[in-house]
């Protein structure tokens, strides 16, 4: 079993900038990459980022490429979303995931998170 547990949420001004963390416990052995969704209230979860936790690969959904950075510490099992130029339409709650498959939907997914909200005000 894999725990995830994320951090850093907040409100912030458009154009600002916000760090999240997601701390992994239990068996992240089995854990091939993690990744980062949102949903907002009346939508579906979307697909946000993903890192591989070997060599640190990354990709990211065209809506945050450019402003989002994944990266991880393996030595501290934890993965962090830098997310600078926020835009109003980035407000969600922000969920870490950890999948078996390193895929970039959210069905590939095992374990989650329980989110941290991110409110960007104009």
């Known amino acids: 079993q894999v725990q995830l547990v994320e951090s850093g949420g907040g409100l912030v001004q458009a154009g600002g900038s916000l760090r999240l963390s997601c701390a992994a416990s239990?068996?992240?052995?089995?854990?091939?990459?993690m990744g980062w969704f949102r949903q907002a209230p009346g939508k579906e979860r979307e697909f946000v980022a993903r890192?591989?936790?070997?060599?640190?690969?990354?990709y990211y959904a065209d809506s945050v490429r450019g402003r989002f950075t994944i990266s991880r510490d393996n030595a501290k099992n934890t993965v962090y979303l830098q997310m600078n130029s926020l835009k109003v339409e980035d407000t969600a709650a922000y969920i870490c995931?950890?999948?078996?498959?390193?895929?970039?939907?959210?069905?590939?997914?095992?374990?989650w998170g329980q989110g941290t909200q991110v409110t960007v005000s104009s």
């Open positions: 890192i591989l936790w070997s060599d640190g690969t990354t």
């Open positions: 239990g068996r992240t052995f089995s854990s091939y990459a």
């Open positions: 995931a950890a999948t078996r498959s390193g895929g970039y939907s959210k069905y590939e997914y095992d374990y």
